[in-house]
């Protein structure tokens, strides 16, 4: 049974951090890319950041540029989400998502408020 389940997301206030992580099961995660999207309410679904199979190909959306890393633990069938100087705009559910098979997670929201 093929599983995506994230965590790490919570209320935060601008200027803080947070780190999601999204660990894969049942299929073999080492073989696709992996890509964090977000939605935020009333808004299309966009792209935040993809890591290819190894680790060494990362690409990511303008808007997080220079605050957001994504990163990859092929061994532990996790990928990660590392957020940096939140801002209020960040504030969405958040979802990893399988290239490839085409799996989604059930997202964890990211608030982002004084």
């Known amino acids: 049974q093929v599983q995506l389940v994230e965590s790490g997301g919570d209320l935060v206030q601008p200027g803080g951090s947070l780190r999601l992580s999204c660990a894969a099961s049942?299929?073999?995660?080492?073989?696709?890319?992996m890509t964090w999207y977000r939605q935020a309410p009333g808004k299309e679904r966009e792209l935040v950041a993809t890591?290819?199979?190894?680790?060494?190909?990362?690409n990511y959306a303008d808007s997080v540029k220079g605050r957001f890393t994504i990163a990859r633990d092929n061994a532990k069938n996790t990928v990660y989400l590392q957020m940096n100087s939140l801002k209020p705009e960040d504030t969405a559910m958040y979802y990893c998502?399988?290239?490839?098979?085409?799996?989604w997670g059930q997202g964890t929201q990211v608030t982002v408020s004084s």
């Open positions: 049942g299929f073999a995660f080492r073989s696709y890319p």
């Open positions: 998502y399988a290239q490839g098979p085409g799996y």
């Open positions: 890591i290819g199979q190894s680790g060494i190909f990362r």
